[in-house]
């Protein structure tokens, strides 16, 4: 293992999501488990696992902060060392990747699709030091390993349910950037409102996102929580009563704008991405319908967990819905506002999804 490097703190807190402890094996010699726990931990002291988020920041209550809260969990069950590096903006990207290389990472997580360029450039660089990327799977070096997956399930079941919850008979959705791991909920959540009308005999219209051309409404960034609200107004002036924004914290504006048109008598349900919106946005919760969830932080755990053990590999880790790596998230207070039998249709499609009964196919999906 690499010597230790002097700590960075953060400027910004964030809340810790809770997660399940491992259980701890008991020593040859009969030790008690909180005396075993705390060898086990000092072996790894000297061992730094280091993350960089990308532009929203790893309060963005999305991917960012998934990720980054997985790196500390696996900070206080592993009792390693952790550094990060928060980008404001594009061009911190480089930098901040530099940084986390001279300061001996023995493993860097970079957090996003839009820093595989910079993740590449370092890998190549570095050849001793090893990198695993969320949401991007272009890099095909040994010290890399993608963490990527297949939203286009999750989003399947959130595009049923958003048609079959309906009562305009219009639902829509938005993306950040367009790019393929913002068009990948989009194209699983449009298959989902196609296989309710197929189903039911139907005609729930889609907004903002046309799969077949691949077209559709995108903000330009992650950061512009105006153009969201101002994009939710639009849709609900066109009918549309549930959103989905993929656009990370500009879905803030969503919540912004259903806020008001509920209290203007409009009734309007959000459906979050990347985290359980109803566990981490600020305000408008209680307007969740559910949120289409990737499970960042079990997986960034995992994978430094492994690279600690000395088992590091550049096979992708790819989130299904069978490994439990996307899912729907409860519907909190929304559960009296999804019919019994939607929810065991829900569960059906799960199964037959996972059987490949049903076929969710996106351009963007984990090949």
């Not at 939203?151 to 950037?177: H, S, W």
């Not at 912004?256 to 509920?262: C, N, R, S």
């Not at 109803?278 to 209680?286: D, H, M, R, S």
Request: with cysteine; proline share 4%.
């Amino acid at each position: 293992m690499k010597k230790s490097p002097r700590t960075i703190k953060r400027g910004t807190g964030t809340a810790t999501a809770l997660f399940a402890a491992s259980a701890l094996l008991l020593s040859a010699c009969g030790a008690p488990p909180a005396e075993d726990a705390a060898q086990d931990k000092s072996a790894n002291s000297d061992y730094t696992g280091c993350i960089v988020s990308d532009s929203g920041g790893f309060d963005d209550r999305s991917f960012n902060q998934s990720s980054y809260e997985g790196i500390q969990k696996a900070k206080d069950d592993l009792g390693i060392k952790v550094l990060e590096a928060e980008s404001s903006a594009e061009t911190d990207f480089g930098p901040n990747v530099n940084s986390m290389v001279t300061s001996g990472c023995d493993l860097i997580v970079t957090v996003g699709y839009l820093l595989s360029s910079t993740t590449k450039e370092a890998a190549t660089a570095n050849p001793d030091t090893n990198f695993a990327i969320v949401d991007d799977n272009q890099i095909d070096l040994p010290n890399v390993k993608p963490i990527i997956y297949d939203t286009a399930q999750a989003a399947f079941m959130a595009g049923y349910l958003a048609a079959g919850t309906t009562e305009t008979g219009k639902v829509a959705t938005y993306g950040g950037i367009q790019i393929p791991t913002v068009t990948i909920f989009m194209d699983g959540f449009a298959e989902g409102v196609n296989y309710y009308n197929e189903q039911k005999d139907e005609d729930v219209q889609l907004l903002g996102w046309n799969k077949e051309a691949q077209t559709g409404t995108f903000i330009g960034d992650f950061e512009n929580t105006t153009k969201g609200k101002t994009n939710t107004k639009n849709f609900a002036n066109e009918g549309a009563d549930i959103i989905m924004p993929v656009a990370g914290p500009v879905g803030l504006g969503t919540l912004d704008a259903v806020t008001e048109l509920q209290a203007a008598g409009k009734d309007m349900k959000v459906i979050w991405v990347d985290s359980d919106g109803y566990l981490t946005v600020p305000n408008g919760k209680e307007f969740i319908l559910t949120s289409v969830m990737k499970l960042m932080g079990e997986a960034v755990e995992e994978v430094i967990k492994t690279d600690v053990e000395g088992n590091f590999s550049n096979e992708p880790y790819v989130g299904t819905l069978d490994n439990g790596g996307v899912a729907l998230a409860p519907f909190h207070d929304m559960e009296d506002a999804v019919a019994d039998d939607m929810k065991s249709e829900l569960d059906k499609i799960k199964a037959d999804i996972i059987s490949g009964e049903i076929s969710v196919e996106s351009e963007a999906s984990p090949k």
